[in-house]
C-alpha cells in the first residue's frame, strides 16, 4: 500500500510510524485508518522490525476521530468502530514486539486510545491527554474504557471520562499514564533511544512476555503461574535464549537475533 497519510520509516530495527495529517492535529480518517492498520500488520511481518515507535508530525499526536468525515450524512458507529478502529487497536496492542508511543502533543478521543494501546509511552513536557468524548455527548471508544482503568484505577477513568479534561504530561506521569517525560526537543531522542535498546534485545522474548502480561490480567495466580511455564518452555527452545546464555557464560554482551 502506497501511505499518503503516515510515514513509515525503518533504521537499526527501529519502526517509526509517524501519523501525517499536521493540518488536522493528525485527526484519524478512514484512509489514516486502513493505513495504520497495514503499517502494523507489516511490522508484525517484517523480521527487519525489532521495535515500533508512534508518533504524529506537527504539534499533536494525534486528536482523534475526523469529524467532517463524519458530517457527511448518517452512519453506524458501531459498524466504523469494529471496522475501523478496533482491528487498529487489536493490531496495536497485540503486537508482539515492543511498542513505544512518542506523544509530541495533545492525544485526544482514540488519539489517546491510540497511545494507550502501546506498550510504553514518551511524553513530550507540553503533551495532553483528553477523553474528548463526552463533550460531543458519546461513549470513549476505541480501548479507552479498557485501558484507562487498567492504568489509572476506576476513580480516577471515571473523572477522565465524565469531566473531559486534559491531563497534562506531568501529572500523566503521576498517575502512570506515561513511563518517561522529556522537553519536546528531546522527545524523539529519548523515544528512539528506548527503541534501540529494545531493537536490540530479545524480541520472541519480548513477545511472549507481552502475552503473559496481557492475558494474566485476567488470570488467578495458579493459572498464571502455568501460562507462565508455557511460555517459558518457549522461549527456552529460542536461538536468542541460547545466546543469552553463552555470553553469560563468556562473560560479553549478548548478540541477539531476534530468533
Given at each position: 500500500?502506497?501511505?499518503?497519510?503516515?510515514?513509515w520509516?525503518?533504521?537499526?530495527?527501529?519502526?517509526?510510524?509517524?501519523?501525517?495529517?499536521?493540518?488536522?492535529?493528525?485527526?484519524?480518517?478512514?484512509?489514516?485508518?486502513?493505513?495504520?492498520?497495514?503499517?502494523?500488520?507489516?511490522?508484525?511481518?517484517?523480521?527487519?522490525?525489532?521495535?515500533?515507535?508512534?508518533?504524529?508530525?506537527?504539534?499533536?499526536?494525534?486528536?482523534?476521530?475526523?469529524?467532517?468525515?463524519?458530517?457527511?450524512?448518517?452512519?453506524?458507529?458501531?459498524?466504523?468502530?469494529?471496522?475501523?478502529y478496533a482491528?487498529?487497536?487489536?493490531?496495536?496492542?497485540?503486537?508482539?514486539?515492543?511498542?513505544?508511543?512518542?506523544?509530541?502533543?495533545v492525544?485526544?478521543?482514540?488519539?489517546?486510545?491510540?497511545?494507550?494501546?502501546?506498550?510504553?509511552?514518551?511524553?513530550?513536557?507540553?503533551?495532553?491527554?483528553?477523553?474528548?468524548?463526552?463533550?460531543?455527548?458519546?461513549?470513549?471508544?476505541?480501548?479507552?474504557?479498557?485501558?484507562?482503568?487498567?492504568?489509572?484505577?476506576?476513580?480516577?477513568?471515571?473523572?477522565?471520562?465524565?469531566?473531559?479534561?486534559p491531563?497534562?504530561?506531568?501529572?500523566?506521569l503521576?498517575?502512570?499514564?506515561?513511563?518517561?517525560?522529556?522537553?519536546?526537543?528531546?522527545?524523539?531522542?529519548?523515544?528512539?533511544?528506548?527503541?534501540?535498546?529494545?531493537?536490540?534485545?530479545?524480541?520472541?522474548a519480548?513477545?511472549?512476555?507481552?502475552?503473559?502480561?496481557?492475558?494474566?490480567?485476567?488470570?488467578d495466580?495458579?493459572?498464571?503461574?502455568?501460562?507462565?511455564?508455557?511460555?517459558?518452555?518457549?522461549?527456552?527452545?529460542?536461538?536468542?535464549?541460547?545466546?543469552?546464555?553463552?555470553?553469560?557464560?563468556?562473560?560479553?554482551?549478548?548478540?541477539?537475533?531476534?530468533?
Amino acid at each position: 500500500m502506497e501511505y499518503q497519510t503516515i510515514r513509515w520509516e525503518l533504521s537499526e530495527g527501529v519502526l517509526t510510524v509517524t501519523l501525517n495529517r499536521p493540518e488536522v492535529l493528525n485527526a484519524v480518517n478512514d484512509r489514516m485508518a486502513e493505513e495504520l492498520l497495514d503499517a502494523l500488520r507489516r511490522a508484525g511481518r517484517e523480521p527487519e522490525v525489532r521495535s515500533v515507535i508512534l508518533t504524529g508530525a506537527g504539534r499533536a499526536f494525534c486528536s482523534g476521530q475526523d469529524l467532517r468525515e463524519r458530517a457527511a450524512g448518517e452512519f453506524s458507529y458501531a459498524q466504523h468502530i469494529r471496522s475501523r478502529y478496533a482491528p487498529v487497536i487489536l493490531q496495536l496492542h497485540g503486537l508482539e514486539k515492543p511498542v513505544l508511543a512518542a506523544v509530541n502533543g495533545v492525544a485526544a478521543g482514540a488519539g489517546a486510545s491510540l497511545a494507550l494501546a502501546c506498550d510504553l509511552r514518551v511524553a513530550a513536557e507540553e503533551a495532553s491527554f483528553l477523553q474528548a468524548f463526552t463533550r460531543i455527548g458519546l461513549v470513549p471508544d476505541s480501548g479507552a474504557t479498557y485501558f484507562l482503568p487498567r492504568l489509572v484505577g476506576l476513580g480516577k477513568a471515571f473523572e477522565m471520562c465524565y469531566l473531559a479534561e486534559p491531563i497534562p504530561a506531568p501529572e500523566a506521569l503521576r498517575l502512570g499514564l506515561v513511563n518517561w517525560v522529556v522537553p519536546a526537543a528531546e522527545l524523539m531522542d529519548k523515544a528512539r533511544e528506548v527503541a534501540r535498546r529494545l531493537a536490540s534485545g530479545p524480541t520472541r522474548a519480548y513477545g511472549l512476555t507481552k502475552r503473559a502480561l496481557l492475558r494474566n490480567l485476567r488470570s488467578d495466580l495458579p493459572a498464571a503461574l502455568d501460562y507462565e511455564a508455557m511460555l517459558q518452555d518457549a522461549a527456552g527452545r529460542t536461538g536468542d535464549h541460547r545466546e543469552g546464555v553463552q555470553a553469560f557464560l563468556e562473560k560479553r554482551p549478548p548478540r541477539y537475533t531476534g530468533r
